[in-house]
């Protein structure tokens, strides 16, 4: 079976951003326009790296700090250019670019003030960055969520993505260790173990990421079950928090997130339900609920790519980074909420995982329809039909991640219920 066939999408496509269109230039220091700047001529000048001085990355978000999903972006960014010995005043990052024009004319900016690597975040910048490398062949784009650089064709121009799915698993199995002490406690019954999830599109990313989750979950609780919510957004706090409400009154006992704010999060600390969140740690704000998070690490994969334009070699058309190259994550356990002995069991999941003796898709481990999922044709190469075109079935787990780096499992599982999909 086939599910969401029309919008099997990865991350962030048909994003409609409320509000101007402004694009925020947060600099750490590089002047708008002309050439790659006074700062690297000198360097080369005065017998430092040369190497170095050429280097002037830039950086394209979505949103600003306010998006957990942005923010994760923009601190990669700077801790990869300072690992890296790129100084403030070379790089630059743009914020709040929408999926449109203006990406490309963000990009078009960055070239010409001097950059010579390019980075997008955001799955709808897609086509406006390809629009870009093509303009400026000479410079490098890589683009983070994207689908379209295995089929482009182009030298300059770059998908990256991780396997983030098992961060998800790792933050389910977390969450299943608690619904187990609930049970154990008598506060809640094994038939009352059903978590929450609020998503924001049903679009392929978000199905790997809910499900794997789930199944994380499953592998402690075999009791558990989920529900999931869309609100239609990235990054809607109203939405979100409204959602993570309505999982809460319809008897979901935890709740995790695929969306950006700050919204469930807050919902859950105030009904003091534990909370799973996504991209960085609520711990701060919500210290009575958070257990843990999961996020990519990008700073990986920007060390990487800068450093192939310094020295000169290739990059990777298509990355996709692991729990074993540092680019998929946990944060810091909340040991206040999580239950005893959950980073011993989260340390031995993740070292089957490195080690491939646990697989987060095994199939063994779930069902579709009642049925056992022996086969399944994915859309990995996202042409104008959405055409499954790979089998990703084979030696007994679904192969995520490996045909390309952006998600594409799509597959509605038993035991987890959909509460909407108009999105």
């Known amino acids: 079976m086939k599910s969401f066939t029309e919008q099997t999408f990865s991350r962030r496509q048909f994003v409609k951003l409320g509000g101007g269109s402004a694009v925020a230039l947060v600099l750490a220091g590089c002047a708008s326009s ?56 070379t790089y630059m990052i743009k ?24 980075f997008a975040d955001s799955f709808g910048h897609e086509d406006y960055m390809i629009q870009a490398a093509k303009e400026f062949p000479d410079i490098q784009f890589c683009h983070s969520t994207g689908t379209k650089a295995h089929t482009e064709g182009l030298d300059n121009y770059h998908n990256a993505f991780a396997s983030i799915y098992e961060g998800r698993y790792l933050a389910g199995v977390a969450a299943g260790m608690k619904l187990n002490e609930m049970i154990d406690s008598g506060k809640i019954t094994a038939d009352q173990a059903k978590m929450g999830y ?15 989750f789930y199944l994380g979950a499953k592998s402690v609780c075999p ?20 959602g993570a409400t309505k999982l809460i009154n319809d008897g979901c006992v935890l709740i995790s997130q695929h969306a950006d704010s700050m919204g469930a999060p807050t919902a859950c600390e105030n009904a003091d339900v534990p909370d799973v969140s996504y991209n960085g740690s609520t711990q701060d ?3 009575n609920t958070y257990i843990i ?15 192939a334009v310094k020295d000169g070699s290739s990059i990777d058309t298509d990355w996709t980074g692991t729990l074993s190259t540092g680019s998929v994550e946990l944060t810091d356990l909340n040991t206040s909420v999580a239950a005893q002995g959950t980073q011993d069991k989260l340390d031995e999941v993740k070292g089957k995982l490195e080690d491939g003796s646990v697989h987060v898709f095994d199939t063994s481990t779930f ?18 039909n959405y055409t499954a075109d790979t089998e990703a079935v084979s030696d007994g787990y679904f192969h995520e991640s490996e045909y390309r780096s952006a998600p594409y499992f799509d597959v509605q599982i038993d035991g987890i219920e959909l509460l909407d999909t108009a999105f």
């Open 34 to 89: 002309g050439g790659s700047g006074t700062s690297s001529d000198a360097s080369a000048s005065d017998g430092s790296s040369s190497n170095a001085a050429a280097i002037k990355p830039g950086f394209i978000t979505l949103h600003d700090e306010n998006s957990t999903y942005d923010l994760n972006f923009i601190n990669a960014a700077k801790e990869a250019c300072k690992e890296l010995g790129i100084s403030e005043d």
């Open 95 to 118: 914020t709040n670019v929408p999926e449109g024009q203006e990406c490309y004319n963000a990009a078009a900016e960055l070239a010409d003030a001097g950059c010579n690597i390019i």
């Open 198 to 212: 609020v998503g924001a599109y049903t679009y392929a990313e978000v199905i790997s990421g809910y499900t794997s």
């Open 223 to 242: 009791s558990v079950t989920m529900e999931v919510t869309f609100t239609g957004s990235w990054y809607d706090e109203t939405a979100e928090k409204e």
């Open 285 to 287: 704000a919500c210290p």
């Open 293 to 307: 998070s999961s996020r990519i690490n990008w700073v990986p994969y920007y060390k990487y790519a800068i450093q």
């Open 367 to 384: 069902t579709v329809k009642g049925a056992k999922l022996d086969s399944y044709m994915a859309d990995v190469d996202t042409d104008a």
